[in-house]
């Protein structure tokens, strides 16, 4: 089924460049292209709303007593 799909594609090709080289098909471009117009405008961000921890962070002094270490030579 595809050989024989596939059979009338290349067949229909072959005629459409046989047609193209005789002349019997012209194609003329009567426009020009362009490229759309595009306006920009003003846009939004979206808004978010969040409840977090509160962390405060800050120095204070503590005195902390350190372990004597005594090294004896054997």
């Not at 003329?28 to 306006?39: C, G, H, I, K």
């Not at 978010?48 to 962070?57: G, H, L, R, T």
């Given at each position: 089924m595809f050989?024989?799909?596939?059979g009338l594609l290349v067949i229909g090709l072959v005629i459409v460049a046989?047609?193209?080289a005789f002349g019997f098909i012209s194609l003329?471009?009567?426009?020009?292209?362009?490229?759309?117009?595009?306006?920009i405008k003003k846009g939004a961000l979206p808004a978010?709303?969040?409840?977090?921890?509160?962390?405060?962070?800050g120095t204070r002094n503590e005195t902390v007593e350190l372990p004597t270490v005594d090294v004896a030579k054997p």
């Open positions: 050989k024989f799909i596939g046989v047609a193209f003329e471009q009567t426009r020009d292209a362009r490229l759309p117009e595009v306006a978010y709303k969040a409840d977090v921890a509160k962390i405060e962070v």
